[in-house]
Structures are given as C-alpha cells and as structure tokens.
C-alpha cells in the first residue's frame, strides 16, 4: 500500500504547470493561414444554393468539392462527411471552410455567405427514430427460468443527457504541405485514427501522411474521434492552398459543436429472491445523432 498511495508525477506536470508546453495554437509557421468552418443552420434540410461573395485574394473556401479522396471521414462506418453533399443531417454540420491569412475577415466572409435550404423533418428524439445504427446483445444464464423463480421484480427507467467533456484545451488542428507530404498536428488523443482518417479524405498513401500529436490539454475522450473530422477539413484546406492552415475552436464553437457523451435511456428488469438479485434484464439505448462516429465502441462498452 505504501507505493500505491505514493504521489508520482504525470511526465507532462512540469512542463504544463511551468507554461512552457506549447500547445497547438501556440504553434506560428510562415504563411501560415486561419480556417473556420460554416456551419448548418438547420437540423435537417437539403442545400438548394451556397451564395458567396467576391473573395479578397489570398483567401480561399473550402468545400466537397476539394476534397481529393473520398469524401467520407474514416472512424468506424465511415459515414460522416469531410464536408456536407447535398444534405445536412444536424445543426452545425460543416458546409465548407473560410480560410485567409486575418481572421476577422474569415469571419466577414463568413457571415456574407448565404445557404438557401429545403428544410425537412427532423427527428430529435430517438424513440420515434426508425434507424438502428449497431445492436448489441449479450445473454448469460437462464434468465426466463430466474424471472419465473423471482419472489419480486422491480422495473426502472433511467435517462441520462449529453455531457461534455470540459477539456481546458479546445479542439485544434494545424496541417501544412511539406515536400509531396501533408503533416497534421494538434491536440488529439488518437493520432493513428487522425492517420488513418486524412489518408483517406486526401486519396494519398500513408507515407504521404505525417500526424504529430502536439500537448493534448485534455481530451477525456472528447479528443478520440473529433480530431478525425477537423484534421480532414484542415489537411483539405492546406492542400488546396498549398499554406499551413490553422483551426482551432474557440469555447462557444467547441461546446456546441464537438460530440459529447451519449444520451442514454436504460430500463433496468430486476429479479429478487430470497433477498438477493438472481437476474437483471437490461435494455440500453443510446442516441448516436445523425452519424455512426465511435457509436459502437461506446454501445460495447454501455
């Protein structure tokens, strides 16, 4: 018990509590640009026109139709898109990314940017929802038999809500042409799915493709997935600039728009005999949204 309740100092502690770790947005390269990403303003809706105005030179907008590879985000069904096609499935899907060298004026082109849309039915609560994106089943014992035997059964529903991981660190990406080569860096948690993922979206080869995770201020598993998708938006921007290009969320953009822990709606069927618990008859049912992400790992889990 002695070395358990021992105090050992993370390897980071000295370097972050010091304020010498530089951090993602700490990073400044030459010519190096800032993208921000416009977002859908319905939960459900198919984009009829994307009005634009004239852009000052050295700034550029981003979209599907840069995107090299395939124009999926590579996480476990690949569903989710680099950049929205022809529908957008929540409120803040990316429709495309400004990207200029002061972003104030990212931010004016943004807002002069029109989307026209043909709003349709959205379904917000998962028990009117038809789709089933993963089902899981696991089975030990008789369970009818102890039903039969119980002397009491007691049955409970339980929600939880969404719950936001509250990194100190918002999400960010830094991605850069080098040579033939694109290097991604940023706060990330997983960076071999950050490989993986850009690969993909870009059409290159995997020694095509460097990821370096910078100091992460915190991820809680807020930064496994997430990454994937800025770091394709970014790598596609630096492509078709041939510029570094940074995106990094600030709070507001990050807690509204980053996944979050799964709502739940759990019923718990509970058998008692004797005093004791012989059987538990779970139904879990999480609310994935409109794209697959990490869903099944985290049905697995649930």
């Known amino acids: 018990m002695e070395l358990i309740s ?58 599907k139709s840069d995107v090299t590879g395939v124009n999926q985000v590579h996480i476990v069904l690949d569903d989710t898109p680099v950049f929205a096609e022809e529908v957008v499935q929540y409120v803040g899907e990316p429709i495309l990314m400004v990207a200029g060298s002061d972003i104030k004026e990212v931010d004016r082109i943004i807002s002069e940017i029109n989307i026209t849309y043909a709003e349709q039915e959205a379904i917000i609560d998962m028990r009117k ?34 719950q936001e991981q509250a990194y100190i660190e918002t999400q960010g990406i830094l991605a850069y042409p080098s040579k033939n080569r694109i290097v991604v860096r940023g706060s990330m948690q997983c960076p071999y799915y950050v490989h993986g993922a850009v690969a993909k979206a870009l059409g290159f ?20 997935a997430f990454p994937s998708i800025l770091a394709c938006e970014t790598a596609i921007a630096a492509k078709k600039s041939q ?17 979050k822990r799964h709502p739940s709606i759990c019923t718990y069927r509970v058998a008692v005999k004797d005093g004791e618990v012989i059987a538990m008859d779970i139904d879990v049912l999480f609310n994935s949204g409109a794209y697959t992400t990490l869903s099944p790992v985290v049905l697995q889990r649930g």
Request: cysteine-free; hydrophobic content about 35%.
């Open 6 to 63: 021992r105090s050992i100092k993370k390897k980071d502690h000295e370097l972050k509590a010091s304020g010498r770790a530089h951090y993602v947005d700490d990073q400044i390269m030459d010519g190096m640009i800032y993208g921000r990403l416009l977002r859908s303003e319905k939960a459900k809706a198919r984009i009829v026109d994307i009005a634009a105005p004239k852009l000052p030179e050295g700034y550029y907008i981003v979209d």
């Open 129 to 162: 929802a038809d789709t089933v994106f993963f089902n899981y089943n696991y089975e030990k014992g008789d369970i009818n038999k102890a039903f039969k035997e119980a002397d009491q059964i007691f049955i409970e529903t339980f929600e939880t809500g969404y």
């Open 205 to 224: 080869h995997k020694k095509d493709v460097q990821v370096i995770q910078d100091v992460t201020g915190g991820g809680f598993g807020g930064k496994e």
């Open 243 to 259: 510029k570094p290009v940074k995106a990094v969320f600030d709070r507001r953009e990050d807690m509204s728009y980053t996944s």
